[in-house]
């Protein structure tokens, strides 16, 4: 497979595809560019080439529960990938935004953000529900089908940022943050959205750093709940999950263990605060995994807090040198992969790379691959916000300057590449063999990587108008998404197509 990297420019990789036509679909200006004759592969939609996938965390409950919706973060949906989208819905009417004060900073927020991936939720009669945390501080449940509420929203006191998780067991629990402070468990079993329970970050740490926002989507396991908070702090919940006489959801939670996701290493190597853990918590053999804002991977054996102890011990510790916001990512033999940011510049950030492969079971050397992004892109600072993707014998990464890669996951070798729009935060999808990724110029692409003895081939790109930042859903032939432009998007091909 050596010899497939491609570095055209993205104007030049759409005139090598083909035939550009724009549709106006929905009033919303939509524009999709399609392969035409010109193209150099196929790009009809694959089957999955009997690549092996991951499996999703929930087996009670149909659909998408959290971000990357598993224990190791690598499940992303379920196909069939829609073959030429066309917008079906747009909702809100009135854009969803509010004006949120970080310090002395006042600014107006739209839409969903990083990494605001929705849930989607298909109950046993086949009604789909997507549920959204966004930036006017609610959470919004809507009709898969049609766009419109399917419950009151669940209004927080800020911006509902990142991504919540519904209950993968089958409990009416809905888990979520906001950058009121607050984590909350959500009853969905009442007439409304009723908070059952909520923690502040400000007050349940016994030393909080840097902020009190919760950007992760918590991940459930068994009866506990695993999350980071912004305070840089890692919690172990216990939920105690039941349910009352007249049938309706419970819960009694209980914090177990509250772990500094910080030591003073790391305070006294960077030389700032900056220790936040903004990515989601991924779980594997016991062990939970995350990285924080000073760029420390580490990994926690939490299985005695799991089966009712108090024990719990730092069982891999690496850093980055830079902020590492991107949720960690482990694949079916363990090996942990890893997208950094570069916005220190220091001697340890260029040393290490900004995407790499790590391997928990060499403490001392874990490093087994690594790939430099030092690009500016985002905010001054190059590196990536973009969880990887796994497929296969590969991994996908994006980088806030528009870079999206195709990797060999055992040697590193960069097999393709390509260039969007940047600022590129949000992360990659794959599902049956399609790669999909969105940027800030408001395009979502598709493209074919069902056969890896070929380069992937545009399959459609779509502009909806808005940066986005978040991550696409997924679902039985609908792709899910919000904009920061302010709306919701339910995308599928068009009726009777």
């Not at 419950?151 to 409990?171: E, F, I, Q």
């Not at 006489?245 to 910080?262: H, K, S």
């Not at 570069?342 to 087994?368: C, H, I, T, W």
């Not at 691959?369 to 590196?383: K, N, V």
């Amino acid at each position: 497979m050596a010899g497939r990297l491609s570095t055209l420019p993205r104007t030049t990789v759409a005139l090598t595809l083909g035939v550009v036509s724009a549709l106006l679909v929905a009033g919303v200006g939509i524009a999709i560019v399609r392969p035409g004759a010109g193209s150099t592969r196929d790009a009809s939609l694959p089957s999955p080439g009997g690549v092996k996938t991951a499996k999703p965390v929930n087996k009670k409950v149909q659909g998408l529960t959290t971000f990357r919706g598993n224990l190791s973060r690598s499940y992303y949906g379920e196909g069939p990938v829609p073959g030429a989208p066309v917008v079906r819905w747009r909702e809100p009417q009135v854009k969803m935004c509010r004006t949120s004060i970080v310090g002395l900073d006042s600014s107006e927020w739209c839409g969903t953000g990083w990494t605001g991936q929705p849930n989607v939720i298909e109950s046993p009669d086949g009604d789909i529900e997507v549920r959204e945390g966004a930036y006017d501080g609610k959470y919004h449940f809507v009709d898969g089908r049609t766009g419109l509420p399917t419950r009151v929203d669940l209004a927080t006191r800020d911006l509902a940022k990142g991504s919540a998780t519904s209950d993968p067991d089958g409990y009416p629990l809905y888990y979520g943050g906001s950058r009121d402070n607050y984590l909350r468990v959500i009853a969905l079993d009442r007439a409304d959205p009723e908070v059952l329970w909520e923690l502040n970050a400000d007050t349940s740490a016994p030393d909080p750093r840097r902020n009190n926002d919760w950007d992760g989507a918590p991940l459930v396991v068994g009866d506990y709940l695993l999350e980071g908070g912004e305070n840089g702090w890692f919690y172990v919940i216990r939920l105690h999950r039941s349910y009352d006489d007249q049938g309706l959801v419970q819960v009694n939670p209980e914090v177990v263990a509250t772990i500094a996701g910080f030591d003073d290493q790391l305070l006294t190597d960077l030389g700032d605060q900056e220790v936040s853990i903004e990515g989601s918590v991924a779980f594997r053999n016991g062990v939970a995994y995350f990285a924080n804002s000073g760029g420390l991977v580490q990994g926690w054996d939490i299985s005695d807090l799991l089966n009712g102890g108090s024990d719990y011990r730092q069982v891999f510790r690496f850093w980055t040198g830079d902020d590492t916001d991107a949720t960690v990512v482990i694949d079916g033999q363990g090996y942990l992969y890893v997208a950094s940011e570069y916005q220190r510049f220091n001697e340890r950030s260029r040393e290490v790379g900004q995407l790499m492969k790590l391997n928990p079971r060499k403490a001392d050397d874990p490093m087994v691959w690594s790939l430099p992004a030092r690009q500016i892109g985002f905010e001054g600072a190059g590196g990536s916000w973009s969880t990887p993707a796994l497929y296969g014998d590969r991994v996908f990464f994006t980088t806030a300057a528009g870079r999206v890669l195709e990797v060999d996951r055992v040697t590193g070798e960069i097999l393709w590449e390509t260039k969007v729009s940047a600022p590129s935060i949000g992360s990659p999808v794959v599902i049956d063999g399609v790669l999909i990724q969105g940027d800030c110029a408001g395009d979502l692409y598709a493209w074919n990587i069902a056969d890896a003895s070929q380069p992937p081939g545009l399959i459609w790109k779509v502009d909806l108008n808005g940066c986005i930042e978040s991550t696409p859903a997924v679902w039985h032939g609908w792709l899910y998404l919000g904009t920061r432009e302010g709306y919701l998007f339910g995308l599928a091909d068009a009726p009777g197509t």
